[in-house]
């Protein structure tokens, strides 16, 4: 009879306190919903963005000037610290290699870059 006893004293504990019972159980199936929610989400962009870096190939490498030692970045490209020079001794470097020079406008501002490709 003592093993009952406990477990008769909460569900009484239970029927009287209905709404606290209801409010308490509602407030666990929403954590626990909401806590699933933001794990497959964040699952989902990780696999979003790990598929976008795949497409981009395996043979990729981007460099950018500018440099982030003893001072504030300014910005990408902002530092002339590649040169014309520089793109071409990579190109010496590797003899397949593609070299295009590009100039970028939007409205009255122009910027331009050089491209080096090695072709697969």
């Given at each position: 009879?003592?093993?009952?006893?406990?477990?008769?004293?909460?569900?009484?504990?239970?029927?009287?306190?209905?709404?606290?019972?209801?409010?308490?159980?509602?407030?666990?199936?929403?954590?626990?919903?909401?806590?699933?929610?933001?794990?497959?989400?964040?699952?989902?962009?990780?696999?979003?963005?790990?598929?976008i870096i795949s497409s981009m190939g395996a043979d990729v490498l981007?460099?950018f000037p500018g440099s982030t030692l003893g001072r504030a970045r300014?910005?990408?490209?902002?530092?002339?610290?590649?040169?014309?020079?520089?793109?071409?001794?990579?190109?010496?470097?590797?003899?397949?290699?593609?070299?295009?020079?590009?100039?970028?406008?939007?409205?009255?501002?122009?910027?331009?870059?050089?491209?080096?490709?090695?072709?697969?």
């Amino acid at each position: 009879m003592m093993l009952f006893e406990p477990m008769r004293d909460a569900f009484r504990a239970l029927r009287i306190n209905i709404l606290r019972s209801v409010l308490t159980t509602l407030g666990i199936i929403i954590g626990v919903g909401a806590v699933i929610v933001m794990v497959s989400i964040g699952a989902g962009a990780q696999a979003q963005v790990e598929d976008i870096i795949s497409s981009m190939g395996a043979d990729v490498l981007y460099v950018f000037p500018g440099s982030t030692l003893g001072r504030a970045r300014m910005g990408t490209g902002s530092l002339p610290t590649l040169t014309e020079d520089d793109a071409e001794a990579i190109q010496k470097k590797f003899r397949k290699s593609r070299l295009q020079r590009l100039t970028f406008a939007a409205g009255d501002r122009s910027s331009s870059a050089t491209r080096i490709g090695i072709p697969s």
